[in-house]
């Protein structure tokens, strides 16, 4: 069975490329083997999926070949498919990715639909994202709440420099800022009615058992703290009173089994928190304000 990259002088089909990748790709490893060829193969001829299944018998060109192969060699090491191809989807939009910023994830939608619906009530609201990475909360719910005006902050050089590219690439440069800021010792020029984190929370003990695609590939500082993941829920706790407003709201995105500390963190401040579940009903969003808690 054929299981080495496609060689350059054979004559090879889509459909051909489809069926030996599916192969390859199952017997190593890698998810959705099918869909990972095919999207390969839409970035490399430029063309929608339902293209492949029209023009089955196209042949590809040297050149073609040239950068199929490459990409087929990249995720068979189980690099991420959203690197190779240079691009992620996120709350409708296509935003590009690079090994400097985190993947977006589903799970992050919910945060970010959920700021949708809070800034429906606030014209004008200022926002910040604390770690923005390629963008994506703030472009993405910029694109929706279109009064609403974001500062997107991040300590990685190449991380801003993608989030500009997706702000530029989703016309939204009037309404989003990105700058190069640690929320440690990030002082604005003025205070936030909105913040949105989705911070690196997972555990340094944990960071070994990860999937290889986002343990070697995606960027560690944005994984984990090195510590016990909450250390950015602390940073919050601690500078919301000199960066947010008196009634403002504040979304974090959270880990598995992380709420009840997490609550714990911002309820001895006095905030009062409420905690959204993902699909699958575990905790993933925990909604702080800063207003008494209430004891029953």
Known sequence: MRRTPPALEQLWTV???VRWATDYFAHKGVDSP???????LCSVLDVQR???YTEHERPLLKNELRQLRSMITRRAQHEPLQYILGKADFYGL???VSPDVLI???ETEILAERCIRILSTMPDARCLDVG???GCIAISVAVHAVHSMWVGIDISTGAVAVAQENVT??????RVQIIQAD????APDQLFDVLVMNPPYIPSAEVPTLEQNVRDYEPHVALTDDYDGLTFYRIIAERAAEIMKQDATILLEIGHGQSEDVKAIFQERGYGVDVLNDLENIPRVCIVRRRPITIS
């Open 94 to 96: 296509s935003l590009k």
């Open 183 to 186: 929320i440690r010792t990030y």
């Open 34 to 40: 099918r869909l990972t060829i095919e999207l390969m």
């Open 50 to 52: 339902i293209r492949l």
């Open 104 to 106: 977006p994830r589903p």
């Open 169 to 174: 690439q989703h016309d939204v440069a009037a």
């Open 15 to 17: 459909i051909d490329i």
């Open 132 to 134: 923005t990475g390629s």
